[in-house]
């Protein structure tokens, strides 16, 4: 059974940064696509990065620049550095591998 968990948010000033990570169990997160999605308060999911397992990264338009994905296959987690944070931001945070998703970790972006 796939698990993935979800931690690193928390409440931050505007133009702050913040480091998310997701760690898997029950896969080996190498050579899969994996993404992270956010949810705002009272709208919908939105796909902010995928990283695909050719390599290759594709942002949404409102990340781009500012969010990065990466991976560490040893610890089997990828992350998500986010910098420049803007009170648009926030919004609770998911890892997402196929079927299978993480609990969120929300993410806070207020002065």
């Known amino acids: 059974q796939v698990q993935l968990v979800e931690s690193g948010g928390g409440t931050v000033q505007p133009g702050g940064s913040l480091r998310l990570s997701c760690t898997a169990s029950?896969?080996?997160?190498?050579?899969?696509?994996i993404g992270w999605v956010r949810q705002a308060p009272g709208k919908g999911r939105e796909g902010l990065v995928c990283?695909?397992?050719?390599?290759?990264?594709d942002y949404a338009d409102s990340v781009k620049g500012r969010f990065t994905i990466s991976r560490e296959n040893a610890k089997n987690t990828v992350y998500l550095q986010m910098n420049s944070l803007k009170p648009e931001d926030t919004a609770t945070y998911y890892c997402?591998?196929?079927?299978?998703w993480g609990q969120g970790t929300q993410v806070t972006v207020s002065s």
């Open positions: 029950g896969i080996t997160l190498e050579n899969v696509a």
């Open positions: 990283s695909n397992s050719d390599g290759r990264t």
């Open positions: 997402n591998m196929g079927a299978a």
